[in-house]
């Protein structure tokens, strides 16, 4: 998609004025008398002069009037900005058959914005969508050539190929001389999921999330209301809030709702293991991967809370407490047999089969009618954080949102005059990022059916933990989990059985063939 060009020199688009308050004359016994009109004696001292405020620069002005990042406003005369993205590009205005613009409102406000940025810049900017596996080959083909054809990576997280795009220093270190006073990773508020941008200790890439995008609080557990109250499972809301939400205490309505229905409600699924497992760690302070000190990736699956965690999720399997998202499980009384993909275990979810759902927000989204792909239901459904692990009681730790499959933006090593796509990157990420506050007030509402939802969102998000033991390697670590849900293989079975080469990606030395 190309944008057209708007070639327009920097516009200082806001000027504040400065009104000076006079000061109102004294009263009172301590009043100073007016001084005469005639001929007096100078004062024996000069009167201090008012600080003169220091005048904001047009990057600290902008940095006020969106998201705090700063910019440095500069003209790229002209010049094209190519973004390389592994998933679709949203910003491209949409037509119908006869030509009438059919873009939604929410992707029309970013486009908007993105074009007033090509004025202010005096650029164009461009984005392909093309695969993780094609980038790398791409990047590594243009640096062989001595001339790079990308300036910035817009690359999933999960996607997999991060490690190559790091590991073969294909993108920029952050910290370069030439471009580390315009991006400001140490005082810009990029969200902290830029920190899946570093790699063995060095800051490649940034992260934010656009106001037209689903919101990053991804992990979640999702419940069905009206089940919960019929199975009288009590005020859930209230055990979070206390501390009580916990795997005993989830576990003992499991077994409530495994009996009552004569085991024609699951008690709980999953959409994938991948949102499952993550979310179920970090519930007891834990990760299949952490980093050290010095920023650099270790396996941690084997820890005893990671383990712990994992034979959690185990157990509620061996207990049939826990749908396996395979198709090998049914619901007797609602007649759904459970598919082989998660879109099969959502509706597995939503037709009522069972009462927990541990997958990602989005879904709920889906079934509250905030989302272009709206479900119909009969259900009210509600927000969770996943409850506690004894590791995490025992440090009195307290419910939170996880999240970990984001979209980084890197600059391309080598590409030409790289503070020129840095000043944009900052931009982009000023004026088109979206605050918290804007995703309370849009999820409660179009999302979030009760009160009590809205409380857990807020407890969610603002104590959101990244969790970066996938930045690297899902798919070893994907097929660990795999196994263990389908119980062939017990946790510490099929952890050690990844270990070694996990720790070769994180460590940068195992690169599997592309």
């Known amino acids: 998609m190309k944008r057209k060009v708007l070639s327009v020199l920097l516009a200082s688009a806001m000027v504040f004025s400065i009104a000076a308050c006079g000061n109102e004359p004294a009263t009172g016994n301590n009043a100073t008398p007016a001084p005469s009109q005639g001929n007096t004696a100078p004062p024996d001292t000069e009167a201090t002069p008012a600080p003169t405020e220091v005048a904001k620069s047009e990057g600290e002005l902008l940095a006020e009037q969106y998201n705090g990042f700063v910019e440095t406003p500069m003209d790229l005369n002209g010049r094209v900005i190519r973004i390389a993205c592994s998933v679709d590009w949203k910003y491209e205005r ?4 006869n030509g009438k613009e059919i873009t939604a409102d929410k992707d ?5 914005i993105l074009d007033q940025i090509e004025k202010d810049y005096n650029c164009t900017i461009e984005a392909t969508k093309i695969k993780s596996k094609d980038v790398v080959n791409k990047l590594n083909d243009d640096m062989l050539a001595g001339e790079v054809y990308y300036d910035i990576i817009d690359q999933g997280v999960s996607d997999t190929y991060i490690d190559k795009i790091l590991s073969q220093n294909l993108a920029m270190d952050l910290n370069d001389p030439r471009i580390k006073d315009i991006i400001k990773v140490d005082t810009n508020p990029w969200k902290p999921q830029s920190d899946y941008g ?11 999330v656009t106001q037209n995008s689903s919101n990053d609080l991804r992990n979640a557990l999702l419940f069905n209301i009206d089940l919960a109250e019929e199975y009288k499972l009590g005020d859930i809301y209230g055990m979070v809030k206390d501390g009580t939400w916990t795997w005993e205490t989830f576990e003992q309505m499991c077994e409530k709702i495994k009996t009552e229905s004569g085991g024609t409600v699951v008690p709980c699924s999953y959409g994938k293991e991948n949102l499952l497992f993550p979310m179920v760690m970090s519930a007891n302070g834990a990760a299949t991967g952490r980093r ?8 941690t699956a084997l820890e005893d809370s990671a383990l712990q965690a994992a034979n959690w999720i185990y157990k509620l399997r061996q207990d049939g407490y826990m749908a396996l998202n395979d198709g090998k499980a049914a619901a007797g009384s609602i007649g759904i047999e459970k598919s082989k993909n998660s879109a099969k275990a959502e509706k597995f979810f939503e037709d009522g089969a069972c009462v927990f759902y541990f997958d990602f927000y989005g879904d709920l989204q889906k079934l509250t009618g905030n989302s272009s792909t709206p479900i119909e239901t009969k259900y009210t459904f509600g ?4 409850p506690l692990g004894p590791e995490a009681v025992k440090a009195g730790d307290k419910c939170h949102g996880v999240t970990y499959s984001v979209d980084l933006q890197m600059i391309v090593n080598g590409t030409k005059n790289p503070e020129e796509v840095a000043a944009v990157l900052v931009a982009i990420a000023n004026r088109t990022s979206k605050s918290p506050e804007n995703v309370y007030e849009t999820e ?20 959101m933990r990244s969790d970066y033991s996938r930045a690297y390697c ?3 670590i994907g097929g660990a989990c795999n196994k263990i849900l389908s119980l062939e293989s017990t946790p510490k079975e099929a952890f050690e059985a990844i ?16």
């Not at 949409?94 to 058959?97: C, Q, V």
């Not at 570093?198 to 934010?208: L, P, S």
Request: charged share 30%; with cysteine.
């Open 198 to 208: 570093i790699y063995n200790g060095v800051q490649y890439g940034v992260n934010f």
């Open 383 to 386: 927000l969770l954080p996943c």
């Open 94 to 97: 949409k037509y119908d058959e």
């Open 292 to 299: 050290d000190a010095d920023g650099k990736m270790q396996f």
């Open 499 to 514: 270990q070694a080469e996990t720790q070769g990606i994180y460590d940068g030395t195992v690169i599997k063939d592309m």
């Open 474 to 476: 899902k798919i070893g």
């Open 444 to 463: 409660t509402e179009l999302t979030l059916q009760d009160e009590g939802s809205v409380e857990m969102l807020k407890l969610m998000y603002e104590d």
């Open 108 to 112: 029309r406000a970013v486009i908007d």
